[in-house]
């Protein structure tokens, strides 16, 4: 059995752009095709980027919106 899920994702990470986000908040990774889970570090919550923490409200300003290209055709 195959079950195939389509995602649009509407935000991207600025220095970081094959972290991106949804309408419905969740993050892929879409480079390896995984979707990050929130971690709890030290009552903080956020996102492992890179091996490294960052919290929402740090992950919020890095934020930018992914750009549309508009095709000849």
């Given at each position: 059995?195959?079950?195939?899920?389509?995602?649009?994702?509407?935000?991207?990470?600025?220095?970081?752009?094959?972290?991106?986000?949804?309408?419905?908040?969740?993050?892929?990774?879409?480079?390896?095709g995984k979707i990050l889970k929130?971690?709890?570090?030290?009552?903080?919550?956020?996102?492992?980027?890179?091996?490294?923490?960052?919290s929402l409200s740090k992950v919020?300003?890095?934020?930018?919106?992914?750009?549309?290209?508009?095709?000849?055709?």
């Amino acid at each position: 059995m195959l079950v195939s899920v389509n995602y649009t994702v509407v935000w991207e990470i600025e220095n970081m752009p094959e972290y991106k986000f949804t309408k419905e908040g969740i993050c892929i990774n879409t480079q390896r095709g995984k979707i990050l889970k929130k971690v709890s570090k030290n009552g903080t919550i956020g996102y492992n980027f890179k091996s490294k923490f960052y919290s929402l409200s740090k992950v919020k300003l890095m934020m930018q919106k992914i750009k549309t290209n508009n095709l000849p055709f």
